[in-house]
């Protein structure tokens, strides 16, 4: 199964929607999925929420690697080039499937994004109408999912198969509704039933249902990530999103002098995002040979990227996710090989969520979700 995503903090955050479901799950940082043979469940990232090229990235992809089961991840508040993303994918599956359609539902109840009459709701508010509105590198300025992928339908009714299918006759993409993780499974259950023509479209909230209805062996226990209290963490923040930055700020009032902080700063613009990511990811690389640390926390799709590739890593063998929505695992590859690894997408959480992670991960709280 692969999981083809916009950005690496996404692709984290839905494989390991896989691995909590058993499945033995990498997301890999190579992009070489097919020579992982031992994994169940591989994620790659295109990086292509900015590229004005994602359509055209995720048509070949899509096309090259061919996976029997393929998700589409997009982001939950639809920042980024979500058309181009969903109309590449479809553009993509087509040349194996022709009659290849998308299913699009990027709703995460568990994070409060869910899809209602077609629209794209964070908290009960049109996205268009909340903080990624105000997104300083991606901003979104359309909640409706039928306006922002021009031509889509959409699907609802008692029989959500049919629906789908009567609605893909005339459609290239079909957006569904969700509204909890009850109809999320819902329209996994359709997928799986509709089959390989049915290219399922989403955020890791979708990939929770999924990774149960396309399982097809007794799932594995997943091991929790666990350290001794007292280990040493690097945090490093390259999101500008205000939920990041509100993380950021309580963890520096709560944090002990085992953690250390590292943040992009917060007059970075679009035009200079990437150099400030590498940046940062140069001076976590710095920073993580100065000194050892045992965690290294990464919050922002661009700066996580930079980070692992600064330190020569080849990929993160996801286990488990602490909190919700923030993955955890071990570094593949590089000199850093099996450092204990979390990332974390700048708009996921609330103000607690970073100091909770390290806690939990410590051992110094209870059980995850």
Known sequence: MLVLADDLTGAGDTVVSFARSGWSSLLSLSGGWRHEPEQDAVAVTLDSRRDPRAAQLTAQA??????????VKIDST????????????????????????????????????????GRVLV???PVDEGAAAHDPVTPVEESDLRRLVAGAGHARGEDLVEAIRAASRDHD????????????????????????????????????ALARVW???????????????????????SSLHPVARAQVAELEAAADATVD?????????????????RDLGERAAAALVEQRHDLLVLVGGDGAAQVLRALGATGIRVVDAPVEGVPAGTLVGGPHDGLVVATKAGGFGDPHTLTQLIGVVRGAQGAHP
């Open 62 to 71: 899509v096309a090259d690697l061919a996976p029997d089961l393929l998700y």
């Open 78 to 117: 639809v920042r980024g080039r979500v058309a181009e993303q969903v109309l590449g994918a479809v553009a993509g599956r087509r040349r194996s499937r022709p009659g290849a359609y998308a299913v699009l539902c990027p709703a995460y109840p568990a994070m409060g994004r869910t899809v209602e009459d």
């Open 123 to 125: 908290d009960g508010v």
């Open 173 to 208: 993409v079909v957006v569904v509704d969700a509204r909890d993780q009850a109809d999320l499974d819902r329209v996994a259950a359709a997928v799986a039933e509709l089959g390989a023509d049915a290219l399922p479209v989403g955020s890791a909230g979708l990939a929770v």
């Open 215 to 237: 399982r097809t062996e007794d799932p594995a226990t997943p091991v929790p990530v666990a350290l001794a209290p007292g280990s040493r963490s690097l945090v490093v923040v």
């Open 261 to 277: 902080l590292l943040v992009t700063s917060s007059d970075v613009v679009a035009g200079t995002a990437e150099q400030q990511a």
